[in-house]
């Protein structure tokens, strides 16, 4: 089954610290596509980070990067320096290419940055 | 600026008057779907397009249609709506691919 996790419904942190989220994936597929979406309370689904699982370096934009580990099955985001506009909610997700047409979410990391 | 346009943003609207949410993107992108958005069901697709003329239902398609008559535009048509269709609706678009895709800003729709 394709499926993406993530363990953990809400998180505080502190204005400044580096944060990370978590995220495990599920695919049979040999290649796929990792991603980060930020949904802040507005609604709208920002794209934050992309990873192919032939990528060999870990992906970075700016103060978020993502923690490939393939053999684990993870991919976790990283937030350096977090900041009151980070508090959101974060969503991975993945796009084998198998079933390209449709892209699989995990249930949503919800973080609040404490100033 | 490269984007996906969606509209309305908001729309309350009756049981059963038809109604169409426009989505619109300047990508050149093959690929363009429907999302539905609810609490505790995260999102779920309800029709993708992989190019021009071709679409095909995801995972909840019943009470929606769509069509691509151009590369650009993917309108989604909820022909009778009912409060069960109340959502946010998302508009999606990327290459053919494992790639990224970009979304519109969202559509809350209520139909009471």
């Known amino acids: 089954a394709q499926k993406i996790t993530q363990t953990q419904p809400g998180m505080f942190v502190q204005e400044k610290e580096a944060v990370t989220l978590d995220c495990t994936y599920d695919?049979?597929?040999?290649?796929?596509?990792l991603f980060w979406y930020k949904q802040p309370s507005s609604g709208e689904m920002i794209f934050l980070i992309y990873?192919?699982?032939?990528?060999?370096q870990n992906a970075t934009e700016g103060r978020y990067s993502l923690n490939f580990q393939k053999a684990r099955k993870s991919a976790n985001l990283v937030i350096s320096a977090s900041q009151l506009g980070d508090s959101a909610m974060y969503f991975c997700?993945?796009?084998?290419?198998?079933?390209?047409?449709?892209?699989?979410f995990g249930s949503g990391t919800r973080l609040s940055i404490r100033p | 600026e490269a984007q996906v346009t969606q509209n309305p943003r908001y729309l309350i609207t009756v049981t059963g008057k038809k109604l169409t949410v426009t989505c619109s993107q300047n990508m050149n992108h093959e690929y363009m779907s429907w999302y539905r958005q609810d609490p505790g069901l995260g999102l779920r697709q309800i029709y993708y397009s992989m190019n021009v003329e071709v679409t095909d239902k995801g995972d909840v398609p019943e009470g929606y249609k769509v069509s691509r008559k151009e590369k650009r535009n993917f309108p989604l048509i909820l022909e009778s709506p009912s409060p069960n269709q109340t959502s946010l609706y998302f508009c999606?678009?990327?290459?053919?691919?494992?790639?990224?895709?970009?979304f519109g800003q969202g559509t809350r729709l209520t139909v009471v």
């Open positions: 999606a678009s990327s290459l053919i691919g494992t790639g990224e895709a970009f």
């Open positions: 695919t049979s597929d040999p290649s796929y596509g």
């Open positions: 997700a993945m796009r084998p290419y198998s079933s390209a047409s449709k892209i699989i």
């Open positions: 990873q192919g699982s032939y990528d060999q």
